[in-house]
C-alpha cells in the first residue's frame, strides 16, 4: 500500500520559517493537501492540490512539490501555529494521510 | 453555514456492532462524495472510507474492508457507517468530512467534531 512519510516534529522560533516535508513514490504525480490539527480540535485544510489556499486560510501557509516531495511551508511562524500537521494525497480512488508532524514553536 | 453533526459513537464489546451517523446541514449534500475518517488515541488520521454523490461507489480502507459498511441517505442529509465485528483497534475518534472534488484531487474541507468510538471488554 502507498506510504507517506513526514518528520515527526519539526521544532522553529517564532517569526522564523518552518518546512513540513512529505515524501512518497512518485508523490510529484499525484495532488496533495495539508491538514493541521490542534489539539481536541477537528483537523482544518491548509493547501488542497499541492500549492492552493482556501478561503481564509493565512498567507503565512504554502505549498509546494518537487519530484517526491512535497513541501508545506509556515512563514513568520507564530505560537498559534503550534500543531499537527498532516499531509494528504490519494492512490486509486483511497485516500492515504502521512502519520504527522508536530510543530513546536520555541 | 456547514455542519456536519456525528453522533453513534460508544463502548462497545470486542466483536461487536454499531452504527455511526453523520447528519449535514448548510451543504447540497447529494453534490459530494463523503468520507469517514478515524483517529485513534494519540495517533495519526486514518481515511476509513468514502461514497460516491449516489451511493453507488464505495471505497474501503483494507483495515475494515469487510466489516465495515458506508452508505448515505440524500433525502435526509445523512451520512452512515455501520462497523460490525469490531476489534480493540477500531478504537478511534470517528470524523466524518466532506470531500470536495473526487478522489484524484480532492480535498476534506469540512469535517464534524468527530464521535468516540471505544471497543474494549
Known amino acids: 500500500s502507498y506510504e507517506l512519510t513526514q518528520p515527526p516534529s519539526v521544532s522553529v522560533s517564532p517569526g522564523q520559517t518552518a518546512s513540513i516535508t512529505c515524501s512518497g513514490n512518485k508523490l510529484g504525480d499525484k495532488y496533495t493537501s495539508w491538514y493541521q490539527q490542534k489539539p481536541g480540535q477537528s483537523p482544518v485544510v491548509l493547501i488542497y492540490q499541492d500549492n492552493k489556499r482556501p478561503y481564509g486560510i493565512s498567507w503565512r501557509f504554502s505549498g509546494s512539490t518537487s519530484g517526491n516531495t512535497a513541501t508545506l511551508t509556515i512563514s513568520a511562524t507564530q505560537a498559534m501555529d503550534e500543531a499537527d500537521y498532516y499531509c494528504?494525497?490519494?492512490?486509486?480512488?483511497?485516500?492515504?494521510f502521512g502519520a504527522g508532524t508536530k510543530v513546536t514553536v520555541l | 453555514q456547514v455542519q456536519l453533526v456525528e453522533s453513534g459513537g460508544g463502548l462497545v464489546k470486542p466483536g461487536g456492532s454499531l452504527r455511526l451517523s453523520c447528519a449535514a446541514s448548510g451543504i447540497t449534500f447529494s453534490d459530494y462524495y463523503m468520507s469517514w475518517i478515524r483517529q485513534a488515541p494519540g495517533k495519526g488520521l486514518e481515511w476509513v472510507s468514502h461514497?460516491?454523490?449516489?451511493?453507488?461507489?464505495?471505497y474501503y480502507a483494507d483495515s475494515v474492508k469487510g466489516r465495515f459498511s458506508i452508505s448515505r441517505d440524500n433525502a435526509q442529509n445523512s451520512l452512515y457507517l455501520e462497523m460490525n465485528s469490531l476489534r480493540a483497534e477500531d478504537t478511534a475518534v470517528y470524523y466524518c468530512?466532506?470531500?470536495?472534488?473526487?478522489?484524484?484531487?480532492?480535498?476534506?474541507?469540512?469535517w464534524g467534531q468527530g464521535t468516540p468510538l471505544t471497543v474494549s471488554s
Open positions: 494528504q494525497t490519494w492512490d486509486i480512488s483511497t485516500a492515504v
Open positions: 468530512a466532506r470531500l470536495n472534488g473526487d478522489t484524484a484531487m480532492g480535498y476534506f474541507d469540512y
Open positions: 461514497i460516491s454523490t449516489s451511493g453507488s461507489t464505495k
